[in-house]
């Protein structure tokens, strides 16, 4: 929802968005224009004029917006009783907007995340700094947050996997990693690095802190030998499970972390479940072994969290990579709740064809670069596919994309699977799980044939 507010003189322009999650109704749209209405008239102010459009700009379809646009003139010919009026406005939208239109909000801040792979090393600035809706664009005009209206102020952090071959191979090199606790959109050295530095493996993080303070200790990604690590969401409770999470821990990882985030703490438990299958300082590790780690990780974050029966759905969208493979997850502890926003997008070359706007062209079938964010880069719907909830990927080091349903009691099967036979059974059809035929044994003249009847 936008609310644009003009001061007698115009110099005054406030805009105030808000994502819904469900469909927005017309009733709900006029309470709002009401609530305006009538707040406006105690202030003295009155409306210029209503506008309500829908938009269709983001690739999400169970995500629509709708823009209400009001001119608000101030009668008094003052621009202060506008500004407050447009301050006690923007305070009332989120309360009026998220009962009605989302079924529930996020129970932490949410951060940005962007992992790319390529086959040939590209430019950080074609990632980070110039599409329209780069990472760092994201940060304060972020269009999927469930925590809407936040920005993400608390630092950014971008690592990568150096390499000096043609062919685009990081070898056994450890990744980069550039951290600050400035807001990304106004760090200098970002840009500067961003427009020299090219890698075919590219971690970037913009961060919304929820627990920690805001130092580069707690700043995503981090590393641990030739791993990297880095989380968007939360974990519940955390405070309640920590003592627990340490105990499980061994002295060696548990000495890993320098801050006080949830998210490293994650990573910790994430080296620990690593252990047991591999070494983790080894420079490559199979991408199967990654994503069981990364699935044990998730289980038992889990059962901490359902032990103490948290008052809130952890948000675990976990990317971690050895430089050859990438894993990823998009997951929360709910069955019926949504998790933080994830996307995918796959093609031949990420390329710039006008200031700002970027495209994947798809040359052939092959996959020669995916881009896993939390929202799109661009705003071409066919470019992007969004991951479904209790879900992991996986990159391969020959750049395939694989999705694993992370299955538990929090998964559901495909909705529409579920819809048709839920449509069946309401006809009256039955079936049975006999086979259609069955072949007779080895030696043995065939003597019927077994076929299913529905009835």
Known sequence: MRLTLHAPSGCLRLSIRAASVGVVSKRSSHSVIALYHTHIAHRSCRVASVESTPTSALPRPSCPLISLT????????????????????????????????SPTLAPCSLCRLLVVKAEQPIQLAQLLTKPAHSIINQASDSRLRLDAGSINADGFGVGWYPTDRDDGDTGSSGPC??????????????????????????????????????????????????????????????????????ADLSDEYFAVPQGNTDS?????????????????????????????????????LTKYTDEIEASDPSLLNFCVSDGSSVVAT????????????????????????????????????????????????????????????????????????????????????????????????AKGYRWSTIPVSIRPPVGHAPTASVATQVS
């Open 70 to 101: 009001l001119h608000i003139r101030d009668q008094t010919g003052t621009a202060g009783q506008t500004v407050q009026c447009a301050g006690t406005l923007a305070s009332q939208v989120r309360s009026r907007i998220a009962p009605s239109c």
């Open 177 to 246: 990693v550039f951290r600050s606790i400035t807001p990304a959109w106004s760090n200098a050295n970002l840009h500067r690095l961003a427009d020299k530095i090219k890698s075919p493996l590219v971690f970037a993080h913009v961060r919304a802190s929820t627990t920690g303070a805001l130092s580069e200790e707690n700043t995503h990604p981090w590393t641990y030998g030739n791993l990297i690590w880095m989380h968007n969401g939360c974990i519940s409770d955390f405070s309640r499970i920590k003592r627990r999470l340490q």
């Open 264 to 300: 490293e703490w994650a990573f910790a438990c994430f080296l620990e479940q690593l252990s047991r299958l591999t070494d983790p300082l080894k420079p490559t590790i199979p991408h199967a072994t990654l994503r069981q780690a990364m699935l044990d990780t998730v289980q038992l």
């Open 330 to 425: 998009r997951y929360i502890t709910s069955a019926t709740e949504e998790a933080a926003s994830l996307f995918f997008s796959t093609g031949s070359t990420f390329e710039e064809y006008a200031p700002g706007s970027f495209k994947m062209n798809k040359a052939d079938k092959r996959e020669r670069i995916i881009l896993i964010a939390s929202e799109p880069l661009t705003f071409e719907r066919a470019d992007w596919v969004e991951i479904p909830s209790q879900s992991c990927i996986v990159i391969t080091p020959r750049n395939n994309l694989l999705r694993f349903p992370i299955i538990n009691d929090y998964f559901r099967p495909d909705v529409a699977a579920h819809r048709r036979d839920e449509f069946a059974r």
